[in-house]
């Protein structure tokens, strides 16, 4: 009923920088939440970053200072700015959006099919 979309991923270098985004598209009435989690090999998905309506925002403790979250409410994407990327930083990225859909109209949590970085030299 709601779909997300990831793009943006791909290799970059330690230091460098990527801009991920997530378009949700679908019978939506309105996003609450969005947000950013990744998985690494061997470990579990976590949460990287959220924000609300509000634009308040929450960021794990490993990426504070260096990723950047944001909302285009006019087109219903997410992004994330990545600063000064690690190898540590590796993982498939996940989008996420609460939602409130119409025809049924509920709130439900949606996924996207996440988007590959690769920090490496």
């Known amino acids: 009923q709601v779909r997300l979309v990831e793009s943006g991923g791909g290799l970059v270098q330690p230091g460098g920088s990527l801009r991920l985004s997530c378009a949700a598209s679908g019978s939506i009435f309105r996003i609450d939440a969005m947000g950013w989690y990744r998985q690494a090999p061997g470990k579990e998905r976590e949460l990287v970053a959220i924000?609300?309506?509000?634009?308040?925002?929450n960021y794990a403790d490993s990426v504070k200072g260096r990723f950047t979250i944001s909302r285009d409410y006019a087109t219903n994407t997410v992004y994330l700015q990545m600063n000064s990327l690690k190898p540590e930083d590796t993982a498939v990225y996940y989008c996420?959006?609460?939602?409130?859909?119409?025809?049924?109209?509920?709130?439900?949590?949606?996924w996207g099919q996440g988007t590959q970085v690769t920090v490496s030299s």
């Open positions: 996420n959006a609460d939602a409130w859909t119409l025809g049924p109209y509920r709130k439900a949590s949606f």
């Open positions: 924000i609300n309506s509000g634009d308040s925002t």
